[in-house]
T-cell receptor
């Protein structure tokens, strides 16, 4: 158990809908990362937050947005969902968010868009 | 374009042998390289980190090498066991700080199967 929690574990929804994925980092970690894992694209970095502020951005679609709240939990919002958004979404956390920190991954949320 | 390649999609070895996995990269200047293990349906688990100025790092049965001239990292598991069967991912961080921070770029992974 990494200490990172994600809810829900599974999510099934329809095209065009909007969903929110939630992540609680390990106690004491200030940085949160979001990743998407699909069979064809592998594990792709989406976005990083540090203590409430956006720190780094990957190839995150405009339909996706995220935030980190004062209690350090984070939410990833996915809107206007398409079939291709079906994937495993992982949240990870680290202490300071610096490059040499190991990242602790949560169990993931499996999103299925029908 | 930037690319990270892990040489085999799958690697099968006998228990007790050494597994060697390869990670090659092009058009990167990584400051750090990390290796993770991922079991089916679960999140990746950090194994080892090596810095650009380090040649080798060890942890128990694991060893990582980093050759910035060849643009390659090798990951070794000695005395392999069936419990080592998993997907192994290499990940790069392009800069030591600046705007990259903790942005990991992952390879596609190598599925290792250790047969009893």
């Amino acid at each position: 158990d990494s200490g990172v929690t994600q809810t829900p574990k599974h999510l099934i929804t329809a095209t065009g809908q909007r969903v929110t994925l939630r992540c609680s980092p390990r106690s004491g970690d200030l940085s949160v990362y979001w990743y998407q894992q699909s069979l064809d694209q592998g594990l792709q970095f989406l976005i990083q937050y540090y203590n409430g502020e956006e720190r780094a951005k990957g190839n995150i679609l405009e339909r996706f947005s995220a935030q980190q709240f004062p209690d350090l939990h984070s939410e990833l919002n996915l809107s206007s969902l398409e079939l291709g958004d079906s994937a495993l979404y992982f949240c990870a956390s680290s202490g300071t968010g610096l490059a040499y920190n190991e990242q602790f991954f949560g169990p993931g949320t499996r999103l299925t868009v029908l | 374009s930037q690319k990270i390649e892990q040489n085999s999609e799958a690697l099968n070895i006998q228990e007790g042998k050494t597994a060697t996995l390869t990670c090659n990269y092009t058009n990167y200047s990584p400051a750090y390289l990390q290796w993770y293990r991922q079991d089916p349906g679960r999140g990746p688990v950090f194994l080892l980190l090596i810095r650009e100025n380090e040649k080798e790092k060890r942890k128990e049965r694991l060893k990582v090498t980093f050759d910035t001239t060849l643009k390659q990292s090798l990951f070794h598991i000695t005395a392999s066991q069936p419990a080592d069967s998993a997907t192994y991912l290499c990940a790069l961080i392009a800069n030591a700080g600046g705007t990259s921070y903790g942005k990991l770029t992952f390879g596609q992974g190598t599925i290792l199967t250790v047969h009893p």
